[in-house]
């Protein structure tokens, strides 16, 4: 049922972006300014897009700033572009990434689906929308979001990707990872599915990665339901993925920031993080990485949860999963 308001919700949503089309000004973020875009590539020489909404990065500094942040608030934006380092540079030897700037909720305790199915995704719809007249020129894209930009995603997936099936055709892998995708929201959206191994196209990726135990407040992310496929063996059963089998994580400075060489490269960190699934709980499992260090826990999200390092942990195991999947997709449907 609560998915059912949420769509709704975004239908709504996507009948008022058509009448802004038509005059009738409403609230949404105007895309055709270049000010608005986190990126936009100066060239276009990969066969594909990348559209990416990073996570949650607006914190308000007191009780008096707004729960929805302006478009260019000084913390979303440092935010975003720190996100993007860690989890969008993944796909930048895939394809052409762009990433618009979209208002976040800030992590609002009360009515929090709802509150996202509004702004949020008024505005991340707007830059899709904007994206495919303007940029896209009818390449296949890839979607990559994480946490709230997930959240945001699964709206986009369910709304403006159900109204417009010809765009839907085009795209190659979602990667809805740090938020919950179940098999209720597939249900209402029989036109989405998940992915069943490392090479079906058109399909939702997502897990969420955790300790093997958690502590209070646990993870906020997770809820009852949650599919999960793991991003080394591409397995949804509970077979182990050893670290070895690890195509390479990647480390963090203390900001989130991706620990970068001398040359400014972001380098494999070999044999750090292992993944298997909790089919019980609906989580992916890490075994191998230190929980004192990495996950302390916050008033947010309990010991254990390894939510930052959803990307990081498997960033050349994503990278590899997206060049196959393009290549895949182009098997299906025409060479290059």
């Known amino acids: 049922m609560k998915r059912e308001k949420i769509a709704l919700a975004v239908a709504i949503l996507s009948l008022s972006i058509l009448l802004t089309a038509c005059g009738n000004k409403k609230d949404v973020t105007d895309y055709s300014k270049t000010e608005n875009w986190l990126n936009i590539p100066t060239t276009t020489d990969k066969e594909v897009d990348v559209f990416y909404l990073y996570p949650t990065s607006y914190l308000p500094a007191d009780e008096t700033d707004p729960s929805i942040s302006t478009i260019d608030d000084a913390g979303m934006v440092q935010g975003a572009k720190t996100a993007y380092g860690r989890q969008a540079t993944a796909f930048e030897t895939v394809g052409n990434i762009y990433a618009p700037y979209y208002r976040q909720d800030n992590l609002s305790a009360v009515d929090r689906e709802e509150t996202i199915a509004g702004i949020p995704t008024t505005d991340a719809t707007a830059a899709f929308d904007y994206y495919i007249k303007h940029y896209n020129n009818g390449r296949p894209f890839i979607l990559v979001g994480h946490s709230q930009g997930s959240d945001v995603m699964s709206n986009l997936l369910s709304g403006y990707l159900k109204d417009h099936p010809d765009v839907y055709k085009r795209m190659v892998v979602a990667y809805v990872i740090g938020f919950t995708v179940t098999n209720d929201y597939l249900t209402a959206n029989p036109h ?28 906020p992310v997770v809820t009852e339901g949650a599919l999960v496929i793991n991003p080394i063996n591409w397995k949804r059963d509970e077979t182990l993925a050893t670290a070895a089998e690890n195509l390479g994580s ?33 989580v992916l499992i890490c075994s191998t ?30 990278r590899e999963n997206a060049e196959n999947r393009t290549n895949k997709y182009f098997e299906k449907n025409g060479t290059k």
């Open 192 to 219: 989405l599915k998940f992915a069943e191994g490392p090479d079906d196209t058109g399909v939702i990726v997502s897990y969420n990665t955790e300790a093997e135990t958690v502590l209070d407040p646990g993870n």
């Open 289 to 318: 990485a230190n929980v004192d260090l990495l996950s302390p826990g916050n008033a947010t999200f309990g010991k254990g949860v390894y939510h930052t390092f959803d990307y990081p942990f498997y960033y050349f195991n994503l």
């Open 250 to 282: 990647i480390a963090l400075n203390r900001d989130g920031s991706a620990v970068l060489n001398a040359e400014g490269k972001i380098e494999p960190v070999m044999n750090f993080a292992d993944a298997q699934i909790n089919l019980a709980k609906g």
